[in-house]
Structures are given as C-alpha cells and as structure tokens.
C-alpha cells in the first residue's frame, strides 16, 4: 500500500516530522501525491509517492504487450516496432526513477530562473527518496477551469504566448523537453492584481 511504502521509505524520525493527509490529492502516472504540512515550519508539501511493485512490473508488461500486439497481427517487427517500445521503457523507467526527477526539477528551475512567466516547485530533499519526491505545494487553476476561461483576452493570451515560448525554447534554446506535455502536469497562478499570471509546471520524470 502507499502508507506501507511511505513508513519504509522515511525514517521514523523524519516520518514524524511530517502530518500527511490520508486522502490522497492526485493521481500520478505511475504514483499518488498527498499533501502533507511540516510540523515545525507550518510549510506545505506534495509527497508523490509511487505504486509498490510498478517499477518491477514494466519489464514484465512490456514484454506481455509486444506478444500480444505481434501476436494479434497489430503490428510487425518490420514497422520498428522494438525500436518504439525499447523508447517507451527507457520512458518508464526515467517515470519511476524519483532521484533522478529531483534532478531534472532543479535542472528546470535553473533553466526558468529568469522567467517570471513560470514557476516550478522546489524540491525537500529530506523527505524524498527513491520512490518519493517532495515538492512545495504550489496550487493553480486548472487551464480548462472557469476560473482561467474567464480572464480577460489578453490575459489569456500572455499566458498562451507564455506556453509557445517555453515550448520552442525547449527545443532550440534549452536542448531539453518536457516529454508528457499533457494538461494535468500545468497550472494557473492567477494573479488577483492581474499584474503577472504565471504557468505553474510539474512532473519531470520524462525530460529528455
């Protein structure tokens, strides 16, 4: 269970310095995140825990997935169809790979330090670990949401403009990409003067 990951992964001491919530906040790919406050600083944090077993289970579905697909007529070896799921496993294995997302999360910050369009969580090192990531918990609206629907044209049109930018840059500029661009993984920082709305980015698992 994901509480029985948690008590294994954190030490008690450190465990104790924390108050999770049981319900859990959101789904990950590959994980559930649960908003937990440290006790001593009143700070607010997303413990993204992942799903016991998934990172032994990729291999094992991967290898299920290319029988049936062959099997079934679907496709053929011919079509680098190894080619696509050796990617997809490299993919995977970055998802589960929680140290190594801490990693690329500071990279990103370092990239958009001087972009105030967009804001990235920061990350706990003292509450992650291998199947944990701790992030600040940094709240938005959702970009179909009323809330951002209803901004003012122009408004909605920085934060668009905001969006095309960083994604071109990703490719010409940065020599990075955010690979699982999907809008669960953006926020909107609405600001209440209307002076800066902000892009909030999480999840980056799958930075290539």
Request: charged share 25%; net charge negative; glycine share 6%.
């Amino acid at each position: 269970s994901i509480a029985a990951t948690v008590t294994q992964e954190l030490a008690p001491e450190i465990l104790a310095e924390l108050y999770i919530e049981q319900k859990p906040y959101a789904a990950a790919s590959l994980g559930q995140v649960h908003r937990a406050t440290i006790k001593s600083t009143g700070e607010r944090i997303c413990l993204k825990v992942q799903y016991p077993g998934v990172d032994k289970a990729i291999a094992t579905d991967l290898a299920a997935l290319r029988k049936i697909l062959l099997g079934a007529g679907f496709v053929t070896k011919q079509a680098g169809f190894d080619e696509v799921l050796t990617e997809v496993r490299e993919m995977l294995e970055m998802e589960v790979d929680y140290v190594k997302e801490r990693e690329t999360t500071r990279q990103y910050t370092e990239l958009l330090k001087n972009d105030p369009r967009i804001v990235i969580p920061k990350v706990f090192d003292r509450y992650s670990t291998g199947r944990i990531l701790a992030t600040q918990y940094l709240p938005g609206a959702k970009i179909e949401s009323d809330e951002v629907q209803s901004l003012s044209q122009d408004r909605r049109n920085q934060l668009a403009l905001a969006m095309v930018d960083h994604y071109l840059k990703e490719f010409f500029v940065f020599k990075h990409v955010q690979t699982d661009p999907h809008f669960g993984n953006y926020a909107i920082a609405i600001d209440p003067e209307g002076k800066q709305d902000r892009l909030i980015m999480y999840d980056f698992g799958a930075l290539r």
